[in-house]
């Protein structure tokens, strides 16, 4: 079970505000990069719900836009698409492409043979805490 960390006294908007807030940033500037990051990962019309009344794949949106509004240098992603529908997760790896394309580094763990396999990326192997394999442009291997 994915636990978002979302905070339920705040609008999916306040969610993804307070990793502005507590860098400092303008009213203007929250407002505007809020905005754009809701509409990027296709939120914005839930802006003003409470994450209760999200289902699993909104809030997960919602943690994503949050973890991406401040445009940080790395991304960790554990998981990302381990609860979602096909159609949502694909849109969650879309939006990871896209963060990626900005300059930043997207580390992401999965199993899911089908997302590795299709974006041809790179694919590190770990096995009991060492790295076994690094390809450029890997596939999924079962080990």
Request: hydrophobic share 40%; aromatic share 6%.
């Amino acid at each position: 079970f994915q636990d978002f960390k979302l905070l339920d006294d705040r609008t999916v908007f306040e969610n993804v505000a307070i990793a502005l807030e507590v860098r400092g940033r303008s009213d203007t500037e929250i407002q505007k990069e809020v905005e754009h990051t809701l509409k990027l990962v296709e939120i914005w019309d839930k802006r003003n719900l409470f994450p209760k009344q999200l289902s699993g794949g909104e809030a997960q949106r919602v943690a994503t836009a949050r973890a991406v509004v401040g445009k940080p240098d790395i991304v960790l992603a554990d998981e990302p698409t381990g609860d979602l529908d096909p159609q949502t997760a694909w849109g969650v790896i879309q939006l990871l492409n896209e963060i990626n394309s900005w300059g930043t580094t997207v580390v992401m763990a999965t199993h899911n043979q089908e997302i590795v396999n299709t974006l041809k990326k790179r694919v590190v192997i770990l096995k009991k805490g060492k790295i076994t394999k690094d390809t450029k442009e890997g596939k999924y291997e079962l080990h």
